[in-house]
């Protein structure tokens, strides 16, 4: 519509041409997440790559929502953080009208889904998988998945690049020989995952952010590292 | 009083600072069928008479669904009150839709509220005539609302509008404390019943024609009934007293404030 001759006449349109996403520029890598029986755990590192440089080695790629939502972003950083401001604008808009009514973890889930869909329809996407983690409106834990085509699900763990092939398999394993996961082993095995990654994902470092959703409030830790042996490096063969 | 020099635009003041195309459009709710609503624990209801224009056509509906979780109760101009639930409808629709969750009924009557505000200060435009009773639940759990032509409103405990309400809130405020107790649904409605038995005009009767009852609950979506389905409730009441002397009509009832 917006390429017709007559639109490029008329009073009002716009003097900037209209663009359009076509790649991601400074991008985060994998978030995760895992389902505990008394909460959410979601961990991302905190490295903001400009295609193979590591360029922003301390950008927060979890964000709090408010006391019952944490969100994590992977993709192009811009466009999570413009997601970061409309959720932010959000929450203070219900909190200017102050009638107690405030939005669980579904509700922002299903609001993203909208936004996403709605830009991929567009053909101009948000380059983001969002992950979100809260509780529900009766203290539920929740945790989220919504990509840039809009595809969106729930899960007991979840994950976006490449922690989907590496650190996805060791979460259903550990969800597997421990249903009733609690959160304080979520984040040793969140931690575990990241090290794995750290190893494995070219984007990846050692420095990542967890964050923790209870009944009691959400809250986001970090930076942390884990302590990685790279002395097999030393002499790889084939490499020379 | 020289009413009639301020009072043919709504964008005009009185000298004694009201506008009375607002207190007009308020007057139109007293001259609907008395409709009532009550707050429960868990339930909300809500109560009308239906008036026939004619001995030949139906009874005219005053409830109407909105959303699972809400419905509203009408007096006044019927077709003002067919767009404003339109309206309640689509902002229902729309919060399902982005939050997958029902809107909660606080913002849903604000919403409404401000729709209605842009009639009583536009030049040209004229107040919605309806007053609507919102009965709804949600998280917080059940509510009544009540929604004035003046684009005001009021979370209730319960409350009467239309011809004759008065000897209905005066039943209401006798038993108002009670109500916050009352579990049983059917207690509520017999409760909603018996007032709007002192709203009937001389001579007249709650019958299954004239009578239609709405409620809504936590776990209980709104539901209407009409006809034969209100000859259960009316059967509750049956046995009882009658009440005091229906009220004399319309004209003793006092001007109300505009805020």
Known sequence: ?240 | MYRNQYDNDVSVWSPQGRIHQIEYAMEAVKQGAATLGIKGKDYAVVVALKRASSDLSSHQKKIIPIDEHAGISIAGLTSDARILSRFMRTECLNHRYVYGSPLSISRLVSQVGDKAQTGTQIMGRRPYGVGLLVAGCDESGPHIYYICPSSNFYECKCMAIGSRSQSARTYLERHKDEFKNVEDLNELVAHALRALRDCLPNESELTTKNVSVGYVGRGTDFTIKDDEEVAEYLKMIEEEKPAAAPAAPAAGEEALDVQ
């Open chain 1, 1 to 240: 519509m917006k390429d017709r001759v007559a639109d490029f006449w008329r009073e009002d349109a716009p003097v900037d041409p209209v663009k359009h996403t076509m790649r991601p520029i400074v991008t985060g890598t994998s978030v995760l997440g895992v389902k505990c029986v008394d909460g959410v755990v979601i961990a991302a590192d905190t490295l903001g790559s400009y295609g193979s440089l590591a360029r922003f080695r301390d950008i927060e790629r979890l964000m709090k929502v408010n006391d019952n939502v944490l969100i994590g972003g992977f993709g192009d950083y811009a466009d999570f953080q413009h997601i970061m401001k409309l959720l932010n604008q959000q929450t203070i808009d219900d909190a200017v009208i102050g009638d107690g009514v405030y939005r669980d973890a579904p509700s922002i889930h299903n609001w993203l889904r909208c936004v996403l869909y709605n830009r991929r329809t567009k053909f101009n996407p948000l380059w983001n998988t969002i992950i979100v983690a809260g509780n529900t409106y009766t203290g539920e834990p929740y945790l989220g998945y919504v990509d840039k085509i809009g595809v969106s699900f729930e899960d007991r763990s979840v994950a976006t690049g490449f922690g989907a092939y590496i650190a996805q398999p060791m979460m259903r394993r550990a969800l597997e020989e421990n249903p009733n996961m609690t959160c304080v082993q979520a984040r040793e095995l969140m931690a575990r995952c990241l090290k794995v990654l750290f190893y494995r994902d070219c984007r990846a470092l050692n420095r990542f952010h967890i964050g923790v959703v209870t009944r009691a409030g959400c809250e986001i830790s970090g930076p942390l590292s884990t302590d990685t042996d790279w002395s097999i490096g030393a002499n790889p063969s084939g490499y020379e």
